[in-house]
């Protein structure tokens, strides 16, 4: 595999920036930062980590598939934000998910003295290795080699950072479709393959970029956040593949040049499938594939080239890793009555409470993200949008562990696969509750939650 590759452009330290949020329909402008002020820093690299053959794909229960091949790299990608003391590393990894929390620690740990804060998220391919540190046969070597790859890389995109200015558009671009669908007598099916496009909901097709440049304009990364599970491969296939977002990061760089590193973060896919869901290469998945990521990368690419970065007078970056704590989807007991074949797995899916990530970030008072651990339906990404009190809202899912699909109440209570399905281990309400922390931390944030009461003589 190779080195370490940075996507750096040359720029001077020392001259801050700012972020904005413009669409225009012309060229890049550039936008000089006061003199004196302090800077918004950044920088970008990425690492192959594509494994060894013979490792079990992941995404299909009980498949048996082991690679034999790679269709496409599968890459770590670091975007490396600075401002005063505050450094969050943003890793964006295309693998399927991320867990144990002890993989999360190492991680975190290898990061360490150049990054005080790490979001790991995953792109989520069902056509890629074992989660780092799951259980997959003769996957230690690789995990161990990815985690220091993965250290290497943060340390990399951190002692590369320079002056940056940032800016944020939107497109909008339609590739999949809901799969959960609700019958008139109020039951649910399961929604896999859409190929004739009928329209179904809740969807988002917006297609939300963030451009980071040096202060000359020259990119350095571009983040695409869009929700859509990448399983466009069935199980007859065995090559690695980072799926459409593999092709969409390529077509991105390609088109804005420059040396640019493109991430795909994931949104809330939790039940939102390609219209080519589960192809077999017969049915022309490596073509459906294609096409899908072309799609979404052409609307990508279209939008970071017409983003206005600039650079703020005073640059901030404020980074809350919290945990709350969530309770089981289901009854273990009743459960265990019912399949007592299943008690081992049950006790694994019913413990008392789940101390669960969400991590809160916003960037010079204007881009805010919320990240969940699992698997979000897509209403989550819509409300976050809708609630967020700031201009520009990323949403991600599949980031800082993984703890099954978080379904709307609503969903919960219609039922379906990722909302009454084993899969699905949290309490009906947790996606709310992890919505509602990162919308109160926000706040917070912009100094509009206080900490003590407005009048003290009441």
């Known amino acids: 595999m190779p080195e370490t590759e940075r996507f750096l452009a040359p720029g001077g330290a020392g001259i801050a920036t ?22 918004l820093e950044a920088g970008a690299a990425r690492v192959d980590i594509t494994p060894p053959n013979g490792i ?17 790299p599968l890459y770590a990608r670091v975007l490396v934000l600075g401002a005063g003391d505050v450094r969050l ?82 497109g909008d671009c339609q590739i999949g479709h809901n799969r959960l669908r609700v019958q008139r007598d109020g039951s649910v099916t399961w929604f896999e393959k859409n190929w004739a496009g009928v329209p179904t909901a809740p969807v988002d097709p917006t297609v ?39 092709v969409m990061t390529r077509v991105v760089e390609e088109a804005v040049g420059g040396g640019v590193v ?42 970071a080239r017409q983003i206005l970065t600039t650079a703020s007078a005073e640059a901030d970056l404020q980074v809350a890793d919290d945990t709350v704590a969530l309770g089981p989807r289901w009854d273990g007991a009743r459960w265990k009555a019912a399949d007592p074949a299943g008690a081992a797995r049950i006790d694994a899916l019913t413990k008392p409470r789940y101390d669960v990530p969400v991590t809160t970030v916003l960037i010079d008072r204007r881009i805010a993200i919320l990240a969940m651990a699992g698997e979000p339906f897509v209403d989550f990404q819509l409300q976050w949008r809708a609630r967020c009190p700031v201009h520009d809202c990323l949403f991600m899912g599949y980031s800082n562990g993984y703890f099954g699909y978080l379904p709307t109440i609503r969903a919960a209570a219609w039922g379906g696969y990722g909302a009454s399905h084993p899969s699905t281990w949290l309490e009906a309400g947790a996606g709310e509750r992890l919505l509602d922390h990162g919308l109160a931390r926000v706040y917070e944030m912009l100094g509009r939650l206080k900490p003590v009461p407005d009048d003290l003589r009441q």
């Not at 451009?211 to 990119?219: A, H, T, Y």
């Open 89 to 170: 590393a943003i890793v964006d990894l295309d693998l399927i998910a991320v867990f144990p929390p002890a993989t999360l620690a190492r991680i975190r740990e290898a990061a360490r003295p150049d990054v005080s804060n790490v979001l790991i998220a995953a792109i989520h391919t069902h056509s890629g290795p074992p989660m780092i540190g799951g259980r997959g046969e003769g996957t230690e070597a690789w995990e161990a080699a990815a985690v220091d790859r993965i250290g290497g890389t943060i340390h990399d995109a951190a002692a590369h950072r320079v002056a940056a200015r940032l800016g944020v558009g939107y």
């Open 208 to 246: 939300a970029v963030l451009r980071v440049d040096d202060l000359q304009g020259n990119p350095l990364a571009v983040l695409v956040n869009y929700a859509c599970h990448p399983v466009t491969y069935w199980r007859d296939s065995r090559l690695y593949s980072a799926d459409f977002p593999g």
């Open 56 to 72: 079990e794909l992941q995404g299909y229960p009980g498949s048996g598939r082991t690679a034999t091949g790679v269709r496409d």
């Open 262 to 303: 493109c991430f795909y973060l994931q949104g809330g896919a939790g039940d939102i499938n390609p219209y080519h869901a589960a192809s077999t290469l017969a049915q022309g998945a490596e073509g459906f594939c294609r096409e899908a990521g072309e799609r979404l990368g052409g609307v990508a690419a279209g939008v």
């Open 18 to 39: 700012r972020l904005a949020a413009l669409l225009l329909a012309g060229g890049l402008l550039a936008a000089a930062a006061p003199a004196g002020a302090r800077p």
